[in-house]
């Protein structure tokens, strides 16, 4: 009698991760992002199975995107943000800085007609006779009007280098690569608009990976959250933060400026207790 066929043991079910197109050159930014999620995901893939990461074909705006993340059947399920508290209240968190907290340190967009005021600035005090301009919502207005500087908000990001240059505010605090990538998106329009050389505030305000919450998304998390610490113990986030950041952060001499700290009281669970994953201009 013939013995029966053994039975094929069922093809492993891989992770879907469909992460966001977002909205023209704006999307080049987050190519980093998406090089670190991978990884993460080539990381685990022994322990956790195959994964498919596709990315979806229809561009939106950042909000978009957190609003399509929210919804039960939304059709991204992984975005990459600075933390903040609705974030943090809305979806799984997985903390660990994918930018080392780079984003946390911020030089200034400023009229070049008042580099000099800015070179006079030399503590919180000084700054505060200035006037910060913002996104409406951003993370960063509470963390700016906590530490008593005066905000302007704007409703578009797009208005807000037109308002800076019509003295609305006065300065335009932004993360380390963010500056250099506006100045040449929109130097050509706003010419006398420039990068102020002497100062950097410094506020704990990390950029993460999130997901829904849902059990799917719960795989996820824990599947990313493996990932990034095999990242982290073996070295690989810190050679692809240098190789992909260490571009941007060289020009600006960040070890050479006058450092402002701010606090950021928004920031529950923050690990700011393992140095490991913290980015330090000049290693300090």
Not at 16 to 35: E, Q
Not at 200 to 224: K, M
Not at 225 to 246: I, N, P, W, Y
Request: charge should be positive; aromatic fraction near 8%.
């Amino acid at each position: 009698m013939a013995r029966p066929a053994a039975s094929k043991s069922p093809p492993a079910k891989g992770a879907t991760v469909i992460y966001p197109l977002h909205l023209g050159t704006y999307d080049a930014r987050y190519d980093y992002d998406w090089l670190v999620l991978r990884t993460a995901l080539e990381k685990t893939a022994a322990s956790h199975g195959p994964f498919e990461m596709k990315q979806f074909s229809e561009a939106m705006s950042p909000q978009r995107v957190a609003q399509e993340l929210a919804l039960p059947h939304g059709r991204v399920n992984v975005m990459a943000r600075a933390a903040a508290p609705a974030f943090e209240r809305d979806f799984l968190t997985i903390r660990i800085p994918i930018d080392k907290g780079l984003l946390g340190y911020r030089v200034l967009l400023v009229r070049k007609d008042d580099l000099s005021r800015f070179a006079q600035v030399r503590s919180l005090q000084d700054l505060r006779k200035l006037r910060a301009g913002m996104g409406k919502g951003w993370a960063d207005v509470a963390i700016l009007a906590h530490a008593g500087l005066p905000v302007v908000e704007g409703s578009a990001h797009e208005n807000l280098y037109a308002m800076l240059m019509a003295k609305r505010f006065d300065y335009f605090a932004r993360g380390v690569d963010e500056a250099q990538w506006e100045i040449k998106e929109y130097g050509a329009r706003y010419p006398q608009m420039a990068i102020e050389p002497t100062l950097l505030l410094r506020y704990p305000l990390p950029r993460y990976l999130f997901v829904r919450r849902d059990a799917e998304g719960e795989s996820l998390a824990r599947r990313l959250k493996a990932g990034l610490e095999t990242m982290v113990q073996d070295g690989t986030l810190d050679a692809l933060f240098r190789q992909h950041k260490s571009g941007v952060i060289e020009p600006l001499h960040l070890d050479r400026r006058r450092l402002l700290t701010l606090a950021n009281p928004g920031l529950p669970d923050t690990p700011l207790n393992r140095p490991e994953l913290w980015y330090s201009p000049g290693g300090k």
